[in-house]
Structures are given as C-alpha cells and as structure tokens.
C-alpha cells in the first residue's frame, strides 16, 4: 500500500461495481490507454531502459 488517500464522491444511486471501478481509476494513468498515451509511455519505459 502506497499510504496515498483517495476520496470518491456518488451522487445518485451507484452499485458497488460502479465505486469499485472508480477507486481502481483514480490510481490508473489513463492517458495510457488511448492510442497515443500507450506510444508514449511505451518509448518513455523503453528510453528508462537505455539510460
């Protein structure tokens, strides 16, 4: 555990799915998930590699 807090706010009605998926985002970088933020985060590790 990183000892980071998140706090997550529902407004209406949510399934604990729902809060779930939400608390898993709040610590993912989803700029790696589109096409363009996988290339660079991909030359990014590769660069990390090399030096």
């Known amino acids: 555990m990183s000892g980071k807090r998140q706090v997550v706010e529902?407004?209406?009605p949510a399934e604990p799915a729902d809060i779930s998926i939400a608390v898993v985002f709040t610590?993912?970088?989803t700029?790696?998930?589109t096409?363009?933020?996988a290339i660079r985060s991909a030359v990014a590790r590769?660069?990390?590699l090399v030096s």
């Open 10 to 12: 529902v407004s209406g």
């Open 35 to 37: 096409l363009g933020g």
């Open 27 to 29: 610590g993912v970088n």
């Open 31 to 33: 700029a790696d998930l």
């Open 46 to 48: 590769l660069l990390d």
